[in-house]
């Protein structure tokens, strides 16, 4: 099934085009399929989101990398009929499948397939940035910063969450260590560059803000379990969610068949080692980040 609408494409050009690409192929389709799963795995960051988002009704939001919507509904229904929110990412199938649900939902929050970093919003018509996992994918995150404060009133605020470093965050750590004894060599990943740990280095993310133009930006620590696979055979579904989604997804798609044959078992066994309770659950890690404009 198709699920945008046919026509509607951002053109993968700009500093972002590579990103662009990336969120409209293969990991976008994926995302929007595994949206119920992946909202049940991330709902504590959500939840923590929220509490720093601190909504109050009437509030003018837009939720940065808004992906399948989640964050955006939540926002929505706290900003309520006299507020407005508007979830703005660049994948296509993820636009798609979060308008779908407002659409089931009722729900009034609207979403634009548009680059954040560059898109014209109308200056200072927004009281609120946010965003879980949605702002870290940007080639140069200091304009686009800069340029999404233009879109916040005098007094406007930030709230995100970002992931800190991958070790320390084992639900993504273990496999993908688990599975380097048997896979090709990985160049290390450049600090900084977009990705999910973009922002992983605080000091670095501080200084983002502030050169962007933010004021009193604070980075909070804030850890959860995470329930990476449940159902009747968790260590199954947590071994399926690792290799479809996230860093170990993209390097098992250039595998040989032995290759992936051992670092499967390796990563299952990974797994294995977290069941509680009739469920994987592994440690995640973010930083909470709020701001004024
Ligand atoms: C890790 S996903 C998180 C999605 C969603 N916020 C969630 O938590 O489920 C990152 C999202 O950021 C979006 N994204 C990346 N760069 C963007 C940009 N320049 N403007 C808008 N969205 C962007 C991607 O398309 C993707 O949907």
Same mark, same amino acid.
């Given at each position: 099934?198709?699920?945008? +609408? ?9 500093? +972002? ?6 969120? +409209? ?32 009704? /009437? %509030?003018?939001?837009? %939720? ?191 595998? +040989? ?26 440690? /995640? ?9």
């Amino acid at each position: 099934m198709t699920l945008h +609408n046919a026509g509607e494409n951002l053109a993968h050009e700009g500093p +972002n085009a590579e990103q662009i690409e990336y969120w +409209n192929g293969d990991a976008g389709s994926r995302w929007a399929r595994y949206q119920d799963k992946l909202d049940g795995l991330l709902q504590p960051f959500s939840d923590a989101m929220l509490r720093i988002a601190a909504v109050k009704p /009437g %509030d003018r939001t837009i %939720d940065v990398g808004c992906g399948c919507g989640a964050t955006t509904l939540e926002l929505a229904a706290r900003a309520g009929a006299g507020g407005k929110t508007l979830g703005v990412d660049i994948s296509a199938p993820m636009i798609a499948r979060a308008r779908q649900r407002a659409e089931e939902m009722k729900s009034p929050a609207e979403f634009m397939l548009a680059d954040a970093s560059s898109h014209p919003f109308a200056p200072a018509s927004f009281d609120l940035l946010a965003s879980r996992f949605g702002i870290m994918f940007f080639l140069e995150p200091v304009p686009a910063f800069a340029h999404m404060r233009k879109a916040l009133a005098p007094g406007g605020r930030v709230a995100f969450a970002c992931w800190r470093p991958m070790k320390e965050n084992p639900w993504i750590a273990a496999p993908l260590f688990a599975a380097l004894p048997h896979i090709p060599k990985q160049e290390p990943a450049i600090p900084g560059a977009p990705g999910p740990f973009a922002f992983d280095d605080r000091d670095r993310l501080h200084g983002v803000l502030t050169k962007a133009g933010y004021s009193a930006v604070e980075i909070e620590p804030f850890d959860a379990p995470l329930s990476v696979g449940t159902g009747a055979d968790p260590v199954a579904d947590a071994l399926q969610q690792t290799l479809d989604i996230g860093p170990l997804a993209r390097i098992f798609r250039e595998l +040989n068949d032995e290759q992936r044959r051992l670092s499967t078992a390796a990563v299952r066994e990974a797994l294995a080692r977290h069941v509680a309770d009739g469920r994987v659950v592994m440690g /995640g890690a973010v930083w909470l980040v709020t701001a004024r404009a």
